[in-house]
């Protein structure tokens, strides 16, 4: 089912994320931890691109297995800055050849001393969206960045970027991970005063290691409010204690957006299947 479809049918969604086997997780344990998350019945999930170096076949391997044998819609990402075009379209052609109907286009890094443009890769998300959509009718989603992805650019800015995706068909926006709820508001009337109307996904990242959660938001520029800051430096150390009331944060966050019309909540699960177990047991009802 493509995730167009179901945006349009349901008051809201909540869906989990995986990614795939690398040099510390086999294939065999990501497809256990997805199994497991796709027994608490989210509206989606999505299987994240392969590192640089790994494979690109399990994305959509993995992404094929959620949709045919779990009966789990998946959205398989597809990054385009380090894949040269010829293997974006045999990947895009796999991918419809499997009925996989939903992909996150993604431009992705730039690696260090990688040239950039590349003649033979796509630069922009919005070139990789557009040949998405030449190739098939996928639901295609883009990547937002509440806080901003350029520190060298105003966050309008961005959001005129982010128009020329959805320009070229976009049908979704899922955020980049936030813990301040008012930053992403300021952001939805940011997109409002530029009459963006795409329904959006606000990306959660339940804290489940006080110093790796740290180092990821630094990474990503998300700031990281006074409370939470607090609950990390008391439980941070603390696996089990940490994975309680990160999920507690989560879940408390996730409400008050849902309270303020968010269209849907995208877990940052990180093949942690006891992460999907809290937020369905906690919240799930509201997704109903």
């Known amino acids: 089912m493509k995730i167009r479809d179901i945006l349009q049918s349901k008051k809201s969604t909540l869906s ?18 997805a199994s497991r998350m796709a027994a608490y ?28 044998f779990m009966g789990i819609p998946a959205v398989a990402h597809l990054t385009c800055v380090t894949t040269d075009k010829e293997e974006i379209d045999a990947i895009a052609h796999s991918m419809k050849e499997k009925g996989v109907e939903n992909i996150l286009a993604l431009r992705g890094d730039i690696p260090e001393g ?14 990789l969206v557009k ?47 936030f813990f301040d709820n008012e930053k992403f508001y300021r952001f939805y009337d940011l997109l409002d005063k530029h009459q963006i109307n795409t329904p959006i996904i606000a990306g959660i990242m339940p804290v489940t290691n006080g110093k790796q959660i740290k180092r990821i938001a630094k990474l990503s520029n998300a700031n990281i409010p006074k409370n939470l800051l607090s609950i990390l430096d008391k439980y941070g150390d603390d696996s089990k204690a940490c ?29 942690k299947p006891e992460i999907a177990e809290s937020i369905s047991r906690g919240i799930g009802s509201l997704f109903r």
């Open 243 to 271: 994975l309680e009331v990160g999920c507690a944060y989560a879940m408390n966050q996730t409400a008050e957006l849902l309270s303020h019309g968010v269209k849907g909540v995208h877990i940052y699960t990180m093949n």
């Open 41 to 68: 019945e989210p509206d989606f999930m999505s299987v994240t691109y392969k590192a640089q170096g790994g494979s690109g076949d399990h994305t959509v391997e993995i992404a094929h297995a959620l949709d045919h």
């Open 16 to 33: 989990f994320e995986i990614f795939p086997p690398n040099e510390r997780v086999s294939l065999k344990s990501v497809m256990n931890s």
């Open 131 to 177: 040949r998405l959509k030449e190739i098939h009718d996928f639901s295609v989603g883009v990547a937002c960045f509440p806080e901003g992805q350029n520190a060298s650019v105003s966050l309008e800015q961005e959001v005129l970027w982010l128009k020329e995706k959805v320009a070229w068909g976009a049908d979704f926006m899922t955020t980049q991970m």
């Open 114 to 127: 990688e040239i950039f443009p590349h003649p033979n890769r796509y630069s922009y998300a919005y070139e």
